[in-house]
């Protein structure tokens, strides 16, 4: 059974500090890059970091590109993001997602149409 949780989100000021963390099960995680998305009301979903399944690579949205930093613990089956400088455009629900293809990097994620396995999502609000 395929268990994809997010959690670690919270309301946080400007400036501030949070660390998302996605534990995922069933889904052969070691095997299959993860990305991290967020969605603002009433805005389209947007891929905000990707990294592969060996953390041979990262890449990153511009928006947060400097302040994010995606990491992983194959060992754990756990996905993190740790978000530094959050600013009130951070503000969104974040949701982490695994990659359908095991095995394979990819060069363009932020569509998210290469991802079979998403979670809830775990609210980020940022208060200026």
């Known amino acids: 059974q395929v268990q994809v949780v997010e959690s670690g989100g919270g309301l946080v000021q400007a400036g501030g500090s949070l660390r998302l963390s996605c534990t995922a099960s069933g889904v052969n995680f070691d095997q299959r890059g993860m990305c991290w998305f967020r969605q603002a009301p009433g805005k389209e979903r947007e891929g905000v970091s990707y990294i592969s399944w060996n953390s041979g690579v990262t890449d990153y949205a511009d928006s947060v590109k400097g302040r994010f930093t995606i990491s992983r613990d194959n060992a754990k089956n756990t996905l993190y993001l740790v978000m530094n400088n959050l600013q009130p455009e951070d503000t969104a629900m974040y949701f982490c997602?695994?990659?359908?293809?095991?095995?394979?990097?990819?060069?363009?994620?932020?569509?998210?149409?290469?991802?079979?396995?998403w979670g809830q999502g775990t609210q980020v609000t940022v208060s200026s």
């Open positions: 997602a695994a990659q359908r293809v095991r095995y394979s990097y990819l060069t363009s994620w932020s569509s998210g149409t290469e991802f079979a396995y």
